[in-house]
Protein backbone atom coordinates (compact mmCIF):
# COMPACT_ATOMS: atom_id res chain seq x y z
CA UNK A 1 0.00 0.00 0.00
CA UNK A 2 1.54 3.22 -0.91
CA UNK A 3 2.30 6.29 1.48
CA UNK A 4 -0.68 8.21 0.06
CA UNK A 5 -3.26 5.77 0.54
CA UNK A 6 -2.13 4.49 3.95
CA UNK A 7 -3.79 6.32 6.88
CA UNK A 8 -2.85 10.13 7.15
CA UNK A 9 -1.16 10.88 9.91
CA UNK A 10 -3.45 13.07 12.17
CA UNK A 11 -2.64 16.01 14.38
CA UNK A 12 -4.10 17.45 17.77
CA UNK A 13 -5.60 20.08 16.72
CA UNK A 14 -5.34 21.62 20.67
CA UNK A 15 -1.48 21.06 20.51
CA UNK A 16 -1.20 21.97 17.00
CA UNK A 17 -2.22 25.54 17.83
CA UNK A 18 -0.35 25.78 20.81
CA UNK A 19 2.41 25.16 19.05
CA UNK A 20 1.84 27.74 16.55
CA UNK A 21 1.24 30.75 18.53
CA UNK A 22 4.28 29.64 20.93
CA UNK A 23 6.28 29.87 18.22
CA UNK A 24 5.12 32.97 16.69
CA UNK A 25 5.62 34.38 20.00
CA UNK A 26 9.00 33.50 20.23
CA UNK A 27 9.79 35.33 16.96
CA UNK A 28 7.68 38.50 18.38
CA UNK A 29 9.98 38.68 21.29
CA UNK A 30 12.95 38.43 19.48
CA UNK A 31 12.34 40.62 16.51
CA UNK A 32 11.14 43.51 19.08
CA UNK A 33 14.56 44.72 19.84
CA UNK A 34 16.30 44.06 16.16
CA UNK A 35 18.05 47.42 14.86
CA UNK A 36 17.23 49.04 11.81
CA UNK A 37 21.17 48.00 10.59
CA UNK A 38 19.57 44.32 11.98
CA UNK A 39 16.60 44.36 9.87
CA UNK A 40 18.87 45.75 6.71
CA UNK A 41 20.49 42.64 6.92
CA UNK A 42 20.24 40.31 3.97
CA UNK A 43 18.86 36.42 4.48
CA UNK A 44 19.53 33.27 2.98
CA UNK A 45 16.48 33.71 0.78
CA UNK A 46 17.51 35.67 -2.02
CA UNK A 47 17.31 39.92 -1.89
CA UNK A 48 15.25 39.66 1.44
CA UNK A 49 16.60 41.24 4.00
CA UNK A 50 15.49 40.42 7.62
CA UNK A 51 12.95 43.10 7.57
CA UNK A 52 10.75 41.19 4.54
CA UNK A 53 11.41 38.14 6.50
CA UNK A 54 9.74 39.42 9.64
CA UNK A 55 6.72 41.02 7.47
CA UNK A 56 6.23 37.35 6.32
CA UNK A 57 6.30 36.04 9.26
CA UNK A 58 2.58 37.95 9.58
CA UNK A 59 1.48 36.87 6.47
CA UNK A 60 2.13 32.97 8.00
CA UNK A 61 -1.19 34.44 9.75
CA UNK A 62 -3.24 36.34 7.11
CA UNK A 63 -3.15 34.07 4.58
CA UNK A 64 -5.84 31.98 6.82
CA UNK A 65 -7.91 34.53 7.24
CA UNK A 66 -7.89 34.74 2.85
CA UNK A 67 -8.39 31.12 2.47
CA UNK A 68 -11.44 31.59 5.10
CA UNK A 69 -12.54 34.51 2.95
CA UNK A 70 -13.27 32.00 -0.18
CA UNK A 71 -15.95 30.30 -0.60
CA UNK A 72 -15.41 26.75 1.38
CA UNK A 73 -15.12 23.55 -1.05
CA UNK A 74 -17.74 21.27 -1.31
CA UNK A 75 -15.59 18.90 -0.07
CA UNK A 76 -11.87 18.03 1.35
CA UNK A 77 -10.23 16.61 -1.48
CA UNK A 78 -6.63 17.80 -1.07
CA UNK A 79 -3.42 15.64 1.04
CA UNK A 80 -1.88 17.60 4.20
CA UNK A 81 1.38 15.73 2.89
CA UNK A 82 1.02 17.30 -0.23
CA UNK A 83 1.08 20.93 0.15
CA UNK A 84 5.07 21.66 0.55
CA UNK A 85 5.01 20.77 -3.48
CA UNK A 86 2.39 23.04 -3.84
CA UNK A 87 3.61 26.00 -2.32
CA UNK A 88 6.57 26.48 -4.70
CA UNK A 89 4.05 27.55 -6.87
CA UNK A 90 3.16 30.67 -4.82
CA UNK A 91 6.90 31.59 -3.87
CA UNK A 92 6.71 34.66 -6.57
CA UNK A 93 3.95 36.37 -5.06
CA UNK A 94 4.99 35.33 -1.51
CA UNK A 95 8.20 37.53 -2.03
CA UNK A 96 5.99 40.37 -4.02
CA UNK A 97 3.82 40.22 -0.96
CA UNK A 98 6.52 40.46 1.78
CA UNK A 99 8.35 43.53 0.04
CA UNK A 100 5.36 45.36 0.57
CA UNK A 101 4.31 44.40 3.87
CA UNK A 102 7.59 45.40 5.27
CA UNK A 103 6.88 48.80 2.92
CA UNK A 104 2.96 49.22 4.54
CA UNK A 105 4.07 48.31 8.26
CA UNK A 106 7.44 49.91 9.73
CA UNK A 107 5.97 49.42 13.06
CA UNK A 108 6.93 45.49 12.47
CA UNK A 109 5.93 44.45 16.01
CA UNK A 110 2.05 46.26 16.08
CA UNK A 111 1.91 44.99 12.62
CA UNK A 112 2.78 41.18 14.23
CA UNK A 113 0.56 41.57 17.42
CA UNK A 114 -2.58 42.88 14.91
CA UNK A 115 -1.53 39.70 12.56
CA UNK A 116 -1.76 37.15 15.72
CA UNK A 117 -5.01 38.72 16.93
CA UNK A 118 -6.51 38.18 13.79
CA UNK A 119 -5.15 34.87 13.64
CA UNK A 120 -6.87 33.92 16.58
CA UNK A 121 -10.10 35.48 16.00
CA UNK A 122 -10.61 33.46 13.17
CA UNK A 123 -9.50 30.00 14.97
CA UNK A 124 -12.24 30.98 18.05
CA UNK A 125 -14.77 31.46 15.24
CA UNK A 126 -14.31 28.77 12.67
CA UNK A 127 -14.53 24.72 13.97
CA UNK A 128 -11.41 23.20 12.92
CA UNK A 129 -13.64 21.11 10.17
CA UNK A 130 -14.10 24.53 7.89
CA UNK A 131 -12.29 23.64 4.41
CA UNK A 132 -9.84 25.78 2.89
CA UNK A 133 -9.21 26.06 -0.46
CA UNK A 134 -5.60 25.77 -0.98
CA UNK A 135 -3.07 24.94 -3.49
CA UNK A 136 -3.13 21.75 -2.62
CA UNK A 137 -6.45 21.15 -2.54
CA UNK A 138 -9.63 21.47 0.03
CA UNK A 139 -7.87 20.66 3.62
CA UNK A 140 -9.75 20.98 7.14
CA UNK A 141 -8.27 24.58 9.11
CA UNK A 142 -7.23 22.24 11.55
CA UNK A 143 -5.21 20.14 9.15
CA UNK A 144 -3.79 23.65 7.62
CA UNK A 145 -2.54 24.65 11.28
CA UNK A 146 0.04 22.03 10.86
CA UNK A 147 1.26 23.78 7.62
CA UNK A 148 2.07 26.84 9.98
CA UNK A 149 4.53 24.77 11.55
CA UNK A 150 6.63 24.04 8.75
CA UNK A 151 6.45 27.92 7.73
CA UNK A 152 7.27 29.13 11.34
CA UNK A 153 9.85 27.27 11.73
CA UNK A 154 11.82 27.22 8.50
CA UNK A 155 11.57 30.99 8.75
CA UNK A 156 12.28 31.08 12.62
CA UNK A 157 15.68 28.85 11.36
CA UNK A 158 16.05 31.51 8.21
CA UNK A 159 15.93 34.69 10.87
CA UNK A 160 18.27 32.79 13.20
CA UNK A 161 21.14 32.28 10.52
CA UNK A 162 20.72 35.80 9.00
CA UNK A 163 21.42 37.38 12.49
CA UNK A 164 23.93 37.17 14.10
CA UNK A 165 23.76 36.34 17.57
CA UNK A 166 20.29 35.46 17.46
CA UNK A 167 18.70 32.46 19.01
CA UNK A 168 14.86 32.56 18.50
CA UNK A 169 14.29 29.07 20.22
CA UNK A 170 11.79 26.23 18.93
CA UNK A 171 9.19 24.98 20.49
CA UNK A 172 9.45 21.33 20.58
CA UNK A 173 5.86 20.42 19.24
CA UNK A 174 5.94 23.06 16.40
CA UNK A 175 9.41 21.20 14.99
CA UNK A 176 7.76 18.04 15.84
CA UNK A 177 4.49 18.97 13.66
CA UNK A 178 7.04 20.20 10.86
CA UNK A 179 9.66 17.01 10.94
CA UNK A 180 6.45 14.44 10.72
CA UNK A 181 5.05 16.84 7.67
CA UNK A 182 8.22 17.00 6.09
CA UNK A 183 8.91 12.78 6.48
CA UNK A 184 5.53 12.33 5.00
CA UNK A 185 5.50 14.05 2.26
CA UNK A 186 8.96 12.63 1.01
CA UNK A 187 6.61 9.44 1.14
CA UNK A 188 4.26 10.99 -0.93
CA UNK A 189 7.02 11.52 -3.44
CA UNK A 190 8.90 8.66 -3.43
CA UNK A 191 6.81 5.86 -2.50
CA UNK A 192 7.74 2.75 -1.44
CA UNK A 193 9.35 0.76 1.60
CA UNK A 194 12.44 0.07 0.66
CA UNK A 195 14.47 2.70 2.84
CA UNK A 196 13.73 3.66 6.36
CA UNK A 197 14.01 7.46 7.06
CA UNK A 198 14.72 8.32 10.70
CA UNK A 199 14.72 12.14 12.02
CA UNK A 200 14.20 10.88 16.06
CA UNK A 201 12.33 11.48 18.25
CA UNK A 202 9.46 12.52 15.89
CA UNK A 203 9.31 10.42 12.72
CA UNK A 204 9.92 7.36 10.90
CA UNK A 205 8.08 6.67 7.34
CA UNK A 206 9.41 4.24 4.72
CA UNK A 207 9.70 5.05 1.05
CA UNK A 208 11.47 4.46 -2.15
CA UNK A 209 10.96 1.90 -4.53
CA UNK A 210 12.84 -1.75 -4.00
CA UNK A 211 12.49 -4.91 -2.25
CA UNK A 212 10.28 -4.67 0.84
CA UNK A 213 11.73 -4.84 4.26
CA UNK A 214 10.03 -7.08 6.56
CA UNK A 215 12.07 -7.57 10.06
CA UNK A 216 15.31 -7.04 11.66
CA UNK A 217 17.64 -4.00 10.72
CA UNK A 218 16.03 -2.44 7.43
CA UNK A 219 19.27 -2.49 4.50
CA UNK A 220 18.82 1.27 3.63
CA UNK A 221 18.46 3.77 6.64
CA UNK A 222 18.50 7.33 6.79
CA UNK A 223 19.02 9.09 10.07
CA UNK A 224 18.88 12.63 11.23
CA UNK A 225 18.19 15.17 13.78
CA UNK A 226 14.82 17.13 13.39
CA UNK A 227 16.69 20.49 12.62
CA UNK A 228 19.02 19.00 9.74
CA UNK A 229 16.19 17.14 8.15
CA UNK A 230 14.01 20.56 7.94
CA UNK A 231 17.07 22.45 6.39
CA UNK A 232 17.60 19.13 4.17
CA UNK A 233 13.97 19.15 3.14
CA UNK A 234 13.22 23.23 2.36
CA UNK A 235 16.87 23.80 0.27
CA UNK A 236 18.36 24.94 3.35
CA UNK A 237 21.06 22.28 3.10
CA UNK A 238 22.48 20.25 0.75
CA UNK A 239 22.59 16.14 1.34
CA UNK A 240 26.12 16.27 0.14
CA UNK A 241 27.19 18.75 2.34
CA UNK A 242 24.77 17.06 5.24
CA UNK A 243 26.75 13.76 4.92
CA UNK A 244 29.64 14.83 4.60
CA UNK A 245 29.54 16.81 7.99
CA UNK A 246 27.76 14.08 9.79
CA UNK A 247 24.65 15.48 10.31
CA UNK A 248 22.87 12.60 8.17
CA UNK A 249 23.33 9.06 8.84
CA UNK A 250 22.48 7.18 5.43
CA UNK A 251 23.64 3.40 4.61
CA UNK A 252 22.73 0.76 1.76
CA UNK A 253 22.36 1.52 -1.97
CA UNK A 254 19.09 3.12 -1.88
CA UNK A 255 19.94 5.76 1.07
CA UNK A 256 21.29 8.36 -1.03
CA UNK A 257 18.36 10.83 -1.44
CA UNK A 258 20.28 13.65 -2.63
CA UNK A 259 17.44 13.17 -6.18
CA UNK A 260 14.34 13.52 -3.87
CA UNK A 261 15.53 16.34 -1.87
CA UNK A 262 14.81 19.57 -1.36
CA UNK A 263 10.85 18.87 -1.21
CA UNK A 264 9.55 22.59 -0.85
CA UNK A 265 12.02 26.24 -1.00
Sequence with gaps: MSPAKKRARTYDPVKTRTAVLTQFGHVRAAVRDLTDEQLALP???GDWTVRELVAHFGMVFAVVG??????????RDG??????????????????????????HPDLDAYLADAEREFTAHLDTHLGGRLLPTGAGAL??????????????VHTDDLNAAVPGLD??????????????????????????????????????????GPRHTRGTPPNVVETDPL???RLATGRTEWAEA?????VGASGERADLSGLLPLMR
Excluded: H, M, N
Excluded at 145 to 152: A, N, P, Q, S, W
Excluded at 177 to 198: C, H, M, Q, W, Y
Design 43 to 45: TRL
Design 66 to 75: RLLGEPEPVK
Design 79 to 104: LLAAWPFAIADEAPAIAGAARLRAEQ
Design 140 to 153: SLADYLVTRTVELV
Design 168 to 209: VPYDRQALAAATRLLADALAVKAPGASTEVRVPPYAVVQCVE
Design 228 to 230: TWV
Design 243 to 247: VAGAQ
